[in-house]
């Protein structure tokens, strides 16, 4: 790639919208904080409608005068462009698979009988027609009769869910309506669980959401008469409940939780009725939930007293913790278990990286997993009659292939290679330690093209999310083997506040501890630089969500750090967050400005919303949002752009891309990540002074 003083243009297209700012403040403790971008909270108002409109104007007038732009979308395209195939699972007398012919928006769901032609089971490119309403859930009856399937409009989490009978693809009953978090799990053909919150009375995109509750749909029935199981009283209020049944229809298990972290524990005995609930655990100290069950002895996942998490058994009629016995015990590395084919399956992160091993219903290990190279293992999984069952097997330069897995004789056979017209071979993938700033050793993969010259002067993404127990584990993504193709590095890591060593490393990035997650960062940027894999002036942060916080954390303290910083959908004003939504529910990572006089100094400290500065440099910066997040909401983004644009003193671009009818990022079509991407990379690349691209 050749490279410019792309500033001149940069100067001549930047005339940002003039943001209203209102004399809004709030006291917490004592000291009054100015809220002057209170109103962009409104996702209802028309003032805020035409706030976006302009910012989309600015933004989008930037980035089409970058004349790679077109480029880099076309070579996403053409790489994105080859079939993707999940794999198979069996329900009833088909078996289903998700498969995506290339740039379909959304994955169709296939299915056959035995060895017939596959049909079209399920389209949700049909059902909207840009492509925007998705599939969330889809969850079969005990004999595969029926289906029950969520779909979310524009990316909202508030979601619709539709019954069909399988044989005709028919629909049979008027669709489930305002569901939101929910599983689908059925009872036998007869019904099926299903969870929500009482539908706001303000915004559905952005009010108060913290009562959730779990119903049993009755097939037939009005929703408005479903049974609420869990969730209506005070003392069962909690923010977010879920249900399922266990695979023999034995058993309801109900998990309630506060906090995205620790939950109480329930079961309920479908074989009486009308019986009582029954307290497995009365408290939110551990994150615990039932793997399996052999009649009334279940079979818990826990990190109760056991950081790492492990496996206990217990019988039914008396589940509480002083009755646990270890099944498998704890290790030194994070466990990730599953069942399937009668047998259970634990993957352990060694240093973010899978290891697999199968054991029987009597805790005895049968073999290790022979995995196909370093990288990261999906669960195997399936019910207990299946002799099959398939994994996939991913790194960041490996496209993703699946393999099958005869549970007896444990022996792996290459089912569907990808189909992705990438060279591996051409790329090198490393794992590194580096030292943060109070010692901690933290991991980070690094990845890029072989031969490159490690000159300090190569275009670099550091990503990062470090929160909510999260473990970034090596995968493979088309829109990243772009940026390698540029020459580009790609740097993940593997921050505290993350899952990757257990309980202990995500406590260490929560609450008061949360500055070592943006130390972790800072460190990492710094290593890459210290190593001659890049300089500040090519050197981009991302992250998405928490991700997006510590983006927006990071370029606010160290703007020197960085060229560009990618804040994605992020959530941006802690001293708010818990307002919106469910974003209450977030407190045990981040504590709220309400918890005591030193969570909001510690907050209010690091707050990208307000710490932005006037007379600062700040790198060039593209926030991406979506109008119809509901999980972070974008007034998160809007008010950090409104900040930066105001206080800017650099000639850096501090832009919006506010995608519409579009969410957090689950669901999103094909076609519109193909044109975010294009963006963020042509943004990045042009900022870094690139006028060119590489022959590809």
Request: hydrophobic share 30%; no cysteine; glycine share 8%.
């Amino acid at each position: 790639m050749n490279t410019a003083n792309n500033s001149r243009l940069t100067s001549n297209l930047l005339s940002y919208p003039d943001t209203r700012k209102g004399d809004v403040t709030t006291a917490y403790f004592g000291t009054n904080v100015a809220d002057p971008y209170r109103w962009l909270e409104d996702d209802r108002s028309d003032e805020t409608a035409s706030w976006v409109k302009a910012e989309n104007k600015v933004t989008f007038n930037y980035l089409q005068q970058i004349p790679y732009r077109q480029q880099l979308k076309e070579r996403l395209a053409k790489l994105w462009n080859y079939e993707k195939v999940g794999a198979p699972f069996k329900e009833g007398k088909y078996t289903y698979f998700y498969k995506n012919d290339g740039l379909q928006n959304q994955y169709v769901v296939y299915r056959k009988k035995d060895n017939g032609k596959a049909e079209v089971f399920l389209d949700p490119n049909r059902f909207s027609d840009d492509g925007t309403t998705s599939l969330g859930q889809l969850s079969f009856s005990k004999d595969g009769s029926l289906a029950a399937y969520a779909i979310s409009e524009g990316g909202s989490d508030w979601r619709k869910i539709i019954i069909i009978d399988t044989e005709t693809k028919k629909v049979i009953e008027k669709p489930l309506v305002d569901v939101k978090f929910s599983d689908i799990s059925w009872y036998s053909n007869q019904g099926f669980y299903y969870s929500s919150y009482d539908k706001p009375k303000g915004s559905e995109l952005s009010a108060k959401t913290d009562q959730h509750k779990l119903y049993y749909h009755q097939l037939g029935q009005d929703q408005k008469h479903d049974q609420v199981i869990f969730g209506a009283t005070d003392a069962q209020k909690r923010r977010y409940v879920g249900g399922t049944v266990t695979e023999d229809d034995r058993f309801l298990i109900i998990s309630g939780a506060k906090s995205t972290s620790g939950n109480d524990l329930y079961l309920k005995d479908l074989s009486q009725p009308n019986s009582d609930l029954i307290t497995i655990i009365d408290n939110f100290d551990s994150d615990t939930y039932l793997i399996e069950n052999e009649g009334d002895k279940l079979f818990l996942v826990t990190n109760l007293n056991a950081p790492n998490k492990k496996i206990i058994t217990v019988n039914a009629k008396q589940p509480t913790p002083e009755h646990w016995q270890d099944f498998i015990s704890e290790t030194d590395h994070v466990l990730t278990a599953s069942v399937g084919g009668g047998y259970f399956f634990t993957e352990y992160m060694v240093d973010a990286i899978s290891k697999v091993f199968q054991y029987d219903y009597q805790g005895k290990q049968v073999r290790e997993i022979n995995l196909p190279g370093v990288g990261s293992a999906s669960s195997l999984a399936g019910k207990k009659k299946d002799a099959t069952l398939y994994f996939s097997f991913t790194n960041y330069k490996t496209p993703t292939t699946i393999y099958s897995f005869d549970v007896n004789t444990g022996t792996s056979n290459t089912y569907r290679k990808s189909g992705a017209k990438f060279n591996s071979d051409d790329y090198l993938s490393k794992q590194v330690f580096y030292t943060s700033k109070d010692g901690t050793k933290v991991p980070m993969i690094i990845t890029y093209k072989k031969g490159l010259e490690l000159n300090g002067q190569n275009p670099t993404i550091l990503y990062g999310y470090g929160g909510f127990n999260v473990s970034l584990t090596p995968r493979f993504s088309v829109s990243r083997a772009v940026w390698l193709e540029q020459g580009g590095i790609y740097a993940v890591a593997n921050l505290r506040g993350g899952g990757e060593y257990g309980k202990k490393w995500h406590k260490a990035g929560t609450q008061q501890n949360k500055q070592n997650v943006f130390d972790d960062f800072i460190a990492a940027g710094e290593y890459l630089m210290a190593e001659k894999y890049t300089s500040s002036d090519y050197l981009a942060i991302q992250g998405g969500s928490n991700g997006g916080l510590l983006v927006g954390a990071v370029m606010t303290q160290r703007p020197d750090l960085m060229k560009v910083a990618l804040p994605a959908v992020g959530v941006l004003d802690m001293l708010r967050y818990h307002t919106f939504t469910a974003g209450a529910g977030w407190a045990y990572d981040y504590g709220t400005a309400e918890q005591s006089k030193d969570m909001f100094d510690y907050l209010h400290a690091y707050s990208p919303v307000h710490n932005v500065k006037s007379g600062v440099s700040y790198p060039a910066t593209l926030i991406t949002t979506g109008d119809h997040d509901d999980r972070v909401v974008p007034a998160h983004s809007f008010k950090f752009a409104a900040e930066l644009q105001d206080k800017q003193s650099g000639k850096a671009p501090t832009l919006i891309r506010i995608e519409t009818n579009a969410g957090h990022g689950a669901g999103t079509p094909v076609s519109k990540t193909i044109e975010q991407y294009a963006d963020i990379y042509a943004f990045t690349l042009f900022n870094m002074g690139y006028k060119t691209l590489t022959n590809k």
